[in-house]
């Protein structure tokens, strides 16, 4: 089946530094991407759509020029948080959808835990 | 717009016994209904799904059933077991739109 592989699967870095997460379809070829973040203990909140090639959607009140979503190719998106804070410490997911897949099917990667010190 | 509410949580229950977390949807048209489940650190797994009205979507023992006239897609097993402890998302997808709604999750608890 689909698989999309997400790393790191965690992360500590420094207050300021800027972290990199990627996502990547393993056997399909992702024609849009989903970051989503999740706080402790509740659901999921959609932070940007990406389809390959083209800028990133972004939803109301999510920092565009903080988290930079790049979906260069058909099997990699990469968000990258700039400049961390303490408050951007969250579980980050990503997901990626493939008309291919038949219904929008959606495949969710494992997820990132960042932990801004 | 779409809109999905489902069962708050905590749900705790022992182990044989029936589960049942409810799931009720605003939607126009006819959208595709989903449960996802997450296991401690981990991302979102596809449980079931259901595209049309009076599907039933099944896997691992859990069912549920497309109910138009109820707008509903309630998640049922009938003996659960402690390693279904988990947090389950009921979630939509309408055609034309490319974003899943996700209902807020409910966590479960099994205990022997």
């Known amino acids: 089946g689909a698989v999309v592989s997400q790393h790191p699967s965690w992360v500590i870095c420094k207050s300021g530094t800027s972290v990199k997460i990627e996502c990547r379809s393993l056997d399909f070829q992702a024609t849009t991407m989903f970051w989503y973040r999740q706080f402790p203990k509740q659901s999921l909140m959609l932070m940007a759509t990406s389809n390959e090639g083209s800028k990133a959607t972004y939803e109301q009140g999510v920092e565009k020029d903080k988290f930079l979503i790049n979906h260069a190719s058909l099997t990699l998106s990469t968000l990258t948080v700039t400049s961390a804070h303490p408050e951007d410490s969250s579980f980050y997911i990503c997901?990626?959808?493939?008309?291919?897949?038949?219904?929008?099917?959606?495949?969710f990667g494992s997820g990132t835990r960042l932990t801004v010190v | 717009g779409n809109s999905v509410t489902q069962m708050e949580g905590p749900v705790t229950l022992s182990e044989e016994a029936f589960l049942t977390i409810n799931c009720t949807y605003t939607a126009t048209g006819y959208p595709s209904l989903f449960w996802y489940v997450q296991y401690p650190g981990e991302g979102l797994q596809l449980l079931l799904k259901?595209?049309?009205?009076?599907d039933k979507g099944s896997n691992k023992g859990f069912e549920a059933t497309y109910r138009k006239e109820t707008t509903s897609f309630h998640l049922e097993k009938g003996s659960v077991q402690v390693s279904d402890s988990a947090v389950y998302f009921c979630?939509?997808?309408?055609?034309?739109?490319?974003?899943?709604?996700f209902g807020t999750g409910t966590r479960l608890t099994i205990i022997p």
């Open positions: 997901s990626a959808s493939s008309s291919g897949q038949g219904d929008y099917g959606y495949t």
């Open positions: 979630a939509l997808h309408n055609f034309g739109n490319e974003k899943l709604t």
């Open positions: 259901a595209t049309k009205a009076d």
